[in-house]
């Protein structure tokens, strides 16, 4: 609004002498600093403590009220955070489930622009339990929540996360200062704390990532998030607000981004908790962090190498042969050459040299991703068929093809892949056509096509789906009493391309595929719209 109010008064100005000629420019002046407010991205922030339900038989909290002081503070601190919009909930009546999830729902009504950075803080007990489809889910421990009955009473995290994720900016940032493991800041009923006892090796929440920009945890899943009375906080509380007095701005732009506010509290708590709390965080929209928890960007930032790819939790960066941080995380280096590593224990992932600039942030995962091969030569083997079964009937029967494909994983950028397969056969059946005896006849096929597909990635696992362009062409051959010849049609089919692949002994994988298409082919003086489905399993080399 203060952009267009602005663009309205220079245009109004510019119109006010009917005497200028035609393009003559009009000066505005605006106060020093006038345009630079007008054009600053808005900070809000939601900051919400639970320190007690209603049923006592969850344990009261000692610090959640002076978490939320401390938070507030430093985010409303002119010189710190400065926040224009700060809203806190700890009442009672203020942290029920329905109210929590109405603050949200206005946050989202306030905040409407893109670049507005947004902050929900949660700083309460978390317990879990069987959602309404039986899986264990995550809940908040809302003041309206009841013990023997928190997944009808408590507020999930999975609709906490949905409500937040219909902010319209893309700046947001979720901190829960909880936990779900049982100690620490978590409550669980009986039956619950028993199935944990059962389960063997570690376990991941079960719902659906968070749409929210960020997430940053207190404690890693399964871990206690824990209060401390020397501290007069909770311990990733603390250290969080430490990092957003400035502590934190690890590159020294001048500003505390989300993610350099998370590795100081994350590495604090770490250290304080001898090893047992590791704070987490779960970033949706990678890429320059443009999340300011604090300050401003007042001058080019030292460069800075991180990584908050999953896939890379617990690789040590090495710059020049000295460890910096484990990842996920980040480190600030002096511009110029660097030789980085990413090491976990005596296997080398990867060892380039790089040119890094003042101010740029270079995602590890790019270095990861520029050694790992990324063309793939397959050879395939699998079948098609049309879908309704009168064109199998009368055209052509479902039938097997072998072919090749070369696959281009990460073009434009690391999550695209491009495909390009041919592939064919040939055979002889036979055709039903109306009640009369089956028609013999031999056929040969060949099709080619070109695949873009969006890649998700996983370990070893590569899932995509996209579009698909391909070329059929059929040639039918009669050798009958009444008619001896060959018939052939071609089409172009549009349709998609769905798949997946594992990697093995770290280049060899294999992978299957599925094609669903639409083609229309001229058959016997008719043209007839029909669907074909093809599907293959291929083995391939990557290089």
Same mark, same amino acid.
């Given at each position: 609004?203060?952009?267009?109010? @602005?663009?309205?008064?220079?245009?109004?100005?510019?119109?006010?002498?009917?005497?200028?000629?035609?393009?003559?420019?009009?000066?505005?002046?605006?106060?020093?600093?006038?345009?630079?407010?007008?054009?600053?991205?808005?900070?809000?922030?939601?900051?919400?403590?639970?320190?007690?339900?209603?049923?006592?038989?969850?344990?009261?909290?000692?610090?959640?009220?002076?978490?939320?002081?401390?938070?507030?503070?430093?985010?409303?601190?002119?010189?710190?955070?400065?926040?224009?919009?700060?809203?806190?909930?700890?009442?009672?009546?203020?942290?029920?489930?329905?109210?929590?999830?109405?603050?949200?729902?206005?946050?989202?009504?306030?905040?409407?622009?893109?670049?507005?950075?947004?902050?929900?803080?949660?700083?309460?007990?978390?317990?879990?339990?069987?959602?309404?489809?039986?899986?264990?889910?995550?809940?908040?421990?809302?003041?309206?929540?009841?013990?023997?009955?928190?997944?009808?009473?408590?507020?999930?995290?999975?609709?906490?996360?949905?409500?937040?994720?219909?902010?319209?900016?893309?700046?947001?940032?979720?901190?829960?200062?909880?936990?779900?493991?049982?100690?620490?800041?978590?409550?669980?009923?009986?039956?619950?704390?028993?199935?944990?006892?059962?389960?063997?090796?570690?376990?991941?929440?079960?719902?659906?990532?968070?749409?929210?920009?960020?997430?940053?945890?207190?404690?890693?899943?399964?871990?206690?998030?824990?209060?401390?009375?020397?501290?007069?906080?909770?311990?990733?509380?603390?250290?969080?607000?430490?990092?957003?007095?400035?502590?934190?701005?690890?590159?020294?732009?001048?500003?505390?981004?989300?993610?350099?506010?998370?590795?100081?509290?994350?590495?604090?708590?770490?250290?304080?908790?001898?090893?047992?709390?590791?704070?987490?965080?779960?970033?949706?929209?990678?890429?320059?962090?443009?999340?300011?928890?604090?300050?401003?960007?007042?001058?080019?930032?030292?460069?800075?190498?991180?990584?908050?790819?999953?896939?890379?939790?617990?690789?040590?960066?090495?710059?020049?042969?000295?460890?910096?941080?484990?990842?996920?995380?980040?480190?600030?280096?002096?511009?110029?050459?660097?030789?980085?590593?990413?090491?976990?224990?005596?296997?080398?992932?990867?060892?380039?040299?790089?040119?890094?600039?003042?101010?740029?942030?270079?995602?590890?995962?790019?270095?990861?991703?520029?050694?790992?091969?990324?063309?793939?030569?397959?050879?395939?083997?699998?079948?098609?068929?049309?879908?309704?079964?009168?064109?199998?009937?009368?055209?052509?029967?479902?039938?097997?093809?072998?072919?090749?494909? @070369?696959?281009?994983?990460?073009?434009?950028?690391?999550?695209?892949?491009?495909?390009?397969?041919?592939?064919?056969?040939?055979?002889?059946?036979?055709?039903?056509?109306?009640?009369?005896?089956?028609?013999?006849?031999?056929?040969?096929?060949?099709?080619?096509?070109?695949?873009?597909?969006?890649?998700?990635?996983?370990?070893?696992?590569?899932?995509?789906?996209?579009?698909?362009?391909?070329?059929?062409?059929?040639?039918?051959?009669?050798?009958?009493?009444?008619?001896?010849?060959?018939?052939?049609?071609?089409?172009?089919?549009?349709?998609?391309?769905?798949?997946?692949?594992?990697?093995?002994?770290?280049?060899?994988?294999?992978?299957?595929?599925?094609?669903?298409?639409?083609?229309?082919?001229?058959?016997?003086?008719?043209?007839?719209?029909?669907?074909?489905?093809?599907?293959?399993?291929?083995?391939?080399?990557?290089?």
């Amino acid at each position: 609004m203060t952009r267009l109010l @602005i663009a309205t008064a220079c245009l109004a100005l510019s119109c006010a002498h009917t005497s200028l000629e035609k393009g003559g420019a009009v000066v505005v002046s605006l106060k020093k600093g006038q345009a630079d407010s007008a054009f600053e991205a808005r900070r809000f922030a939601l900051v919400v403590g639970i320190p007690r339900a209603a049923d006592d038989r969850w344990r009261a909290l000692q610090f959640a009220a002076k978490d939320v002081e401390d938070v507030s503070r430093v985010l409303r601190d002119p010189l710190g955070g400065r926040y224009q919009n700060v809203t806190t909930l700890l009442t009672e009546a203020q942290t029920t489930k329905a109210a929590l999830l109405e603050a949200v729902h206005a946050l989202a009504a306030q905040a409407t622009r893109p670049d507005d950075i947004v902050v929900l803080y949660v700083s309460a007990h978390g317990t879990l339990a069987r959602d309404g489809r039986g899986e264990l889910a995550r809940y908040l421990v809302t003041s309206d929540a009841d013990f023997t009955h928190p997944a009808q009473t408590a507020l999930s995290i999975a609709e906490l996360q949905q409500a937040f994720a219909t902010v319209p900016s893309k700046r947001r940032v979720l901190v829960l200062a909880t936990c779900h493991s049982g100690g620490g800041k978590s409550l669980l009923t009986e039956d619950v704390s028993r199935e944990l006892a059962s389960l063997k090796g570690p376990m991941r929440p079960l719902e659906e990532s968070s749409r929210a920009a960020m997430v940053l945890s207190a404690s890693d899943f399964g871990e206690p998030a824990r209060e401390d009375e020397g501290l007069q906080n909770d311990v990733y509380t603390h250290f969080l607000v430490e990092a957003l007095t400035g502590l934190g701005d690890r590159n020294g732009d001048g500003a505390v981004m989300a993610t350099e506010a998370h590795d100081w509290a994350r590495r604090k708590t770490w250290a304080f908790s001898n090893g047992r709390q590791r704070p987490s965080a779960e970033i949706i929209e990678v890429g320059a962090d443009p999340i300011i928890l604090s300050g401003s960007i007042s001058r080019e930032g030292k460069p800075e190498l991180f990584s908050y790819a999953q896939r890379l939790d617990g690789f040590a960066l090495k710059v020049d042969g000295e460890e910096r941080t484990e990842l996920p995380g980040g480190a600030a280096v002096t511009a110029g050459r660097h030789v980085v590593e990413l090491t976990k224990g005596p296997d080398l992932l990867v060892r380039q040299e790089v040119a890094l600039e003042v101010g740029q942030r270079l995602d590890v995962q790019e270095l990861v991703d520029r050694a790992e091969p990324n063309v793939a030569v397959s050879l395939l083997a699998g079948g098609f068929a049309f879908v309704d079964q009168k064109s199998r009937d009368e055209v052509l029967p479902g039938g097997a093809n072998v072919g090749a494909s @070369i696959r281009f994983d990460r073009l434009f950028g690391s999550r695209f892949a491009l495909e390009l397969d041919g592939s064919g056969f040939g055979g002889g059946s036979s055709l039903q056509l109306g009640g009369s005896a089956p028609v013999p006849f031999t056929w040969v096929s060949g099709q080619g096509g070109i695949s873009l597909a969006w890649t998700w990635r996983w370990r070893a696992l590569s899932f995509w789906a996209g579009p698909r362009v391909a070329g059929l062409w059929v040639q039918r051959s009669f050798s009958l009493p009444a008619y001896s010849g060959q018939q052939t049609a071609f089409s172009m089919m549009p349709g998609a391309w769905l798949g997946g692949a594992v990697t093995f002994a770290s280049r060899w994988e294999f992978s299957l595929n599925l094609q669903p298409m639409l083609t229309v082919l001229t058959v016997d003086g008719a043209m007839r719209p029909m669907g074909f489905v093809g599907g293959w399993a291929a083995a391939g080399y990557k290089f």
